[in-house]
């Protein structure tokens, strides 16, 4: 499943490019790309776990742009 | 300015004309330092705080903890106006950032803001207003002038001119009237129309050019790949740095720590790899935006990037070079009556799309029986063969004829000749022509100044016809007789060569050789979805010379792109240099840090701009 989020109050276009490490890092995470300027998040993962990946997901994003939020 | 900006804004204001009144008055000891703490954590307490908060969230080394860090250390050792203004400079740096990419985005965004808002549908007799995802297709849609078309279909009441310039970047507007075809996201000018939708929104060209557009940025350029890998290191390397700096010189020399803690803090100031990170896929992006303004849509960072590498460009001919549309210009028959001949290639051609396969059946006047048709087989590169009443026939070229044992008659007439066949009989041939397009030769000669080396031409065609064209529009190396499979060799020896091969054709057939360039583009497709899926980069309209100016395009990204590499990171090697000398101070340091981020981003600013 390919699912496309936005991102709200994406300041720092380095904080793009952590979240895209750290989510790539997830397990099952298949494909991620965080666009900075159309400010979103594409995320691709198996199925059944998609839930699981998309909340750890935002826990990360959180963790690294505390002003971020991820409109799911 | 939002609301969250206006306040930091504020917030700076005040810190600034506090440091400068707390500088101005005579205190001294602790008071001075308490009195400096003011505008300080006026402006800094959010950096501090998210500093605090990121160590235990194990995010070290990121931007606001070693801003922390560096202006910490000054106040420790007893340089409070610096670190109240390095904190002020960070913020307006920050500010700034914001303000910029914010405002650039919205107007890239801008550029491609084609999407139509809302759709007039005629349900049960009056007009309701939804929004265009919630029309199905067949329904009737109602457009005003002045309002954008917001589906794809066809035109079943009145006539209007359409400016169809936001897909294609062509500003002339095109008159249409029942039953001709409209895109949606083009601007209905005069008339009041009324179309029958073709489709659902998802699936018109306008949503199909969007979800690409914003979907370009997922392919990274290699200039972003290589940003990305450097900045990972590049923050780590300058911290251990500092951090030698401020310990190894005072214990090999025996001197006091002070002076080299404040050089090693001016490492901390210029740690940050932001006007890189932020500056190249802002470029890119423009570039990308600015293309498809001008009617040329790719599909990466990446594809842009091999456009501006491109030193060759191969041409498919039919429907590229030339107008793809053939006319009967000469009808041989050996035997049979003419219109015989014409009957039967018009009969077996009448299923096939392919261009002269059209011009066959359309100079046949009468109305085609289907049924008289049998099996029909495609030979790729060569022709057809058909059961027409029973009889097998083989329509296709030279070389289909030769096949199958027979001798075809060359003829002293320029154009495609197709040879019709029976089993044992040679029958005669048809003469179809197609004209070169009147933009090719100017396009192949701007090719030229753009700083193409070699301008290649393949086709399926005959030499005798193929070299004709070449030399009208200044071609320099032409390949005929081709099949699509031999098409992707001659290809494969021009890369093997050396060469940045990029492919023009226009879908048809063509696209193993579109995948196989380092950069396909098709053309010429509006609404065709094989091409826009199989190529790199689309040319919206049918005009070559749009190929000039997105090559132009391209090199002026990557051009602004390496400009902003070059000079952040000349930049901050010069601070870095300077402060180990302690020939810098931490004001030059977030000065030059902050003015370097502001320059990279409006240089890539400059990509979007109309050539």
Known sequence: ?72 | MSKKQKKMLLRIIFAAVMTVTVQLLPLQGICRMAAFAVPYLTVGWDVLYSAARNIFGGQLFDEQFLMSIATLGAILLGEYTEAAGVMIFYQIGELFQNIAVGKSRRSIAALMDIRPDSAVVIRNGSEITVSPEEVTAGEIITVRPGEKIPLDGEITEGSTAVNTSALTGEGIPVDKTVGDSVNGGTLNLTGVIKIKTSGVYSESTVAKILELVENASEKKSKAEGFITKFARIYTPCVVVSALLLAFIPPLLFSEAPGEWIKRALIFLMVSCPCALVVSIPLSFFGGMGGASRSGILIKGADSLEALAKTDTVVFDKTGTITHGSFTVTAIHSEIISENALLDIAATAESYSNHPIAKAITEAYCEKIDKKRIGEVKEVAGFGISALIDGKKYFIGNAAFIKKIGLEPHECHISGTAIHIAEESEYLGHIIINDTVKPDSAAAISELKKVGIKKVVMLTGDSSHNAEEIGKLTGIDEIHCGLLPAQKVEKLEELISAGSKTAFVGDGINDAPVLARADIGIAMGTLGSDAAIEAADAVIMNDSLLKLPSAIRISGRTVHIVKQNIIFALTVKAVILILGAAGLANMWLAMLADVGVMVLAVLNSMRTMKKL
């Open chain 1, 1 to 72: 499943m390919k699912k496309t989020f936005k991102l709200e109050d994406l300041d720092c276009a380095n904080c793009a490019a952590k979240m895209e490490r750290a989510v790539s890092e997830i397990d099952g995470v298949s494909f991620v790309s965080v666009n900075f300027i159309m400010q979103k998040i594409t995320i691709e993962a198996n199925d059944e776990a998609f839930e699981e990946i998309l909340k750890k997901a935002v826990k990360l994003i959180r963790r690294i742009e505390p002003d971020c939020r991820v409109i799911l």
